[in-house]
Antibody, heavy 119, light 108 residues
């Protein structure tokens, strides 16, 4: 069965960096676009970034563009989110999600990992 | 940027019908997806392509989309339907994905 497991969250000071990982299993990882979505405390879902199935294209939300970088390692079926210059407003639960082929919908999600940016 | 607006809350009695709207400029020209999100859990896709249901989603969940409003309808509401619901579109002009503001469904 499809599984997505995020890790790497924690408490980090403003201005510092953190890298999140998402381990994928149960499907052909190299065939699907993958996304990061976050939810700040008490807020709604916010799309963060996407990476195409082959890694050839990446797009970022306006609030993270230039600070966050998404990548994927096909050899170990893992998705990454490198977060630099972190701000208090980046505090959120970060979910990785699989894009259903050809639909632009997200058919599988991980349980999320909490990132807290605080001094 | 493209904006999707949902009512903050909807209350419904068990067995009745809940309707959750998602407003956006000419949203009828886009494909709308809906997610159910319960606290501490991963979001679940309940409707894609305006009105299609993924396998395992009850027929009680249905969707429509026209003009400036998309609607998620939950028929014969059950206590287990209590959750936050989000609409979602892909905006081709910005190449960004956009989520609605979210609606908390409370079962009375």
């Amino acid at each position: 069965q499809v599984q997505l497991v995020e890790s790497g969250g924690g408490v980090v000071q403003p201005g510092r960096s953190l890298r999140l990982s998402c381990a994928a299993s149960g499907f052909t990882f190299s065939s699907y676009g993958m996304h990061w979505v976050r939810q700040a405390p008490g807020k709604g879902l916010e799309w963060v970034a996407v990476i195409w199935y082959d890694g050839s294209k990446k797009y970022y939300g306006d609030s993270v563009k230039g600070r966050f970088t998404m990548s994927r390692d096909i050899s170990n079926n893992t998705l990454y989110l490198q977060m630099n210059s972190l701000r208090a407003e980046d505090t959120a639960v970060y979910y990785c999600a699989r894009e259903s082929s050809g639909t632009y919908s997200f058919d599988y999600w991980g349980q999320g990992t909490l990132v807290t940016v605080s001094s | 940027s493209y904006v999707l607006t949902q009512p903050p809350s909807v209350s419904v009695a068990p067995g009745k019908t809940a309707r959750i709207t998602c407003g956006g400029d000419n949203i009828g020209g886009k494909s709308v997806h809906w997610y159910q999100h319960k606290p501490g859990q991963a979001p679940v896709l309940v409707i894609y392509y305006d009105s299609d249901r993924p396998s395992g989603i009850p027929e009680r969940f249905s969707g429509s989309n026209s003009g400036n409003t998309a609607t998620l309808t939950i028929s014969r509401v059950e206590a287990g339907d209590e959750a936050d619901y989000y609409c979602h579109v892909w905006d081709s002009s910005s190449v960004h994905h956009v989520f609605g503001t979210g609606t908390k469904v409370t079962v009375l």
